[in-house]
């Protein structure tokens, strides 16, 4: 999937639920979007220093558009109060992506669990398992039916809205997965932070749109980063991050979220072990220890060498 730099239009907007807005956004000239697969996610632009990644839940098959679900979050940092208060129908939006860090992998029968929100990137994944003949079980949980968007999309399946029912009770819908299921999951950090408890990682695909807490970096001091394209060695104080020593330095990188959870600033690790500080990698990825996300992952040596 390759990322592409677009100014799209609203084509339509309508209200998804209590607090949501659901956006359809096409070339304004008609064209094909790039193509994606059920997990991806964009940036909406929205200026120069308000950027944000919001999950794509329409038909990866219908090329025409894009559609999006915005939760209106009062304590965010103003991405979404944005896409609320200012993208109306006929306005222009810079989009970037797509790009997919929760690809579905290819298994017999998933159980997603999702809360409020983090239906958006399950919606497409669901219709792909049923499209290919597999079995998706589905848990979405939201504080009140009003408040949860795409529920005609969901019928059949088991929706935990917490005023009627409660929370998920994860013990129940975890507890005994039959062998081969994937389990996929994408909510508040709370129900992720559950899940995670409850699964084995090599069966668990999570995804954080903010960043889990990592602790402490494993190193206090400086260490240094070799570019291998260029023989050039640079050193990474403890107080910046090593995308911000690059860019001191003239290497131009790509980056969005700027804290390990959107993925634009991938980049191959050749030597040296990684402090892996991003919310995107599974435990396996890490130990890899092949690829970093160079907004947030430090060093865990005295010497990275990148692909750069
Ligand atoms: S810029 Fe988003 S992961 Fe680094």
Redesign the pocket.
């Known amino acids: 999937m390759s990322e592409q730099d677009l100014q799209l239009v609203v084509a339509s907007r309508t209200d998804g639920a209590e607090g949501v807005v659901v956006l359809e956004l096409t070339d304004p000239a008609g064209a094909d979007l790039p193509a994606w697969t059920p997990g991806a996610h964009v940036d909406l632009v929205l200026t120069d220093d308000l950027v944000r990644q919001y999950s794509l839940c329409g038909d990866p098959g219908d090329r025409s558009r894009y559609r999006i679900g915005v939760l209106r979050e009062p304590a965010g940092r103003g991405g979404s109060a944005h896409v609320h208060d200012r993208l109306h129908e006929g306005d222009e939006v810079r989009v970037r992506g797509p790009r997919n860090h929760f690809e579905l992998v290819g298994a017999p029968r998933y159980v997603f669990v999702a809360g409020g929100i983090g239906i958006t990137p399950i919606l497409p994944m669901v219709a792909a398992v049923r499209a290919a003949g597999g079995v998706a079980e589905v848990h979405y949980g939201g504080r009140s039916r009003r408040s949860m968007a795409f529920l005609e999309e969901l019928e059949g399946h088991t929706l935990h809205p917490q005023d009627e029912v409660g929370l998920i009770d994860l013990d129940a819908v975890l507890g005994d997965l039959a062998p081969g299921t994937l389990v996929y999951c994408c909510g508040p950090e709370p129900l992720l932070a559950a899940v995670e408890e409850r699964v084995a990682p090599e069966v668990l695909h999570l995804e954080r749109f903010t960043p889990k807490d990592v602790g402490d970096p494993v190193r206090s001091d400086s260490f240094e980063v070799e570019l291998s394209l260029s023989g050039t060695t640079l050193t990474v104080p403890p107080d910046r991050s090593i ?1 911000a020593v690059l860019r001191d330095h003239g290497v131009e990188m790509l ?11 991938e980049t191959g690790v050749l030597e040296g072990e990684v402090d892996h500080r ?1 919310s ?1 990698l599974t435990p396996a990825e890490q130990a890899a220890n092949d690829v970093m ?4 992952s430090r060093a865990a040596c005295p010497r990275l060498v990148l692909e750069l």
Not at 255 to 265: F, K, L, N, P, Y
């Open positions: 995308m980056s969005s979220c700027e804290e390990g959870t959107c993925g634009t600033c991003d995107l996300f160079v907004c947030v």
